[in-house]
């Protein structure tokens, strides 16, 4: 998790975001969800970033699923 802390606040929320799609055991880790939420609270972005930040966390998480998978 150092790594992803290290990084500047929006893009740690969408590879948190990516990183719960791709992975999704980790939506029901509490410390996770309250992880998530504590920076999602920290950038308050609007509607309409928080949809962008959805967006590129699919595509990531979509991209890491297949280099998982070797396809």
């Known amino acids: ?5 290290a990084m ?3 893009e740690r929320l ?6 719960s799609f791709a992975f999704p055991l980790l939506k029901s880790d ?7 939420s504590a920076v999602l609270v920290e950038l308050k ?4 970033q928080h949809e ?5 966390a699919s ?3 979509g991209r890491l699923k ?3 998978t070797g396809r």
Do not use: C, F, Y
């Not at 998790?1 to 802390?5: E, N, Q, S, T």
């Open 59 to 61: 595509r990531i998480s």
């Open 52 to 56: 962008d930040i959805l967006i590129e």
């Open 8 to 10: 500047p606040i929006a």
């Open 14 to 19: 969408t590879v948190m975001h990516a990183m």
């Open 66 to 68: 297949r280099e998982l």
């Open 1 to 5: 998790m150092a790594w992803v802390d």
């Open 45 to 48: 972005p609007t509607k309409r």
């Open 30 to 36: 509490r410390d996770w969800a309250a992880t998530v």
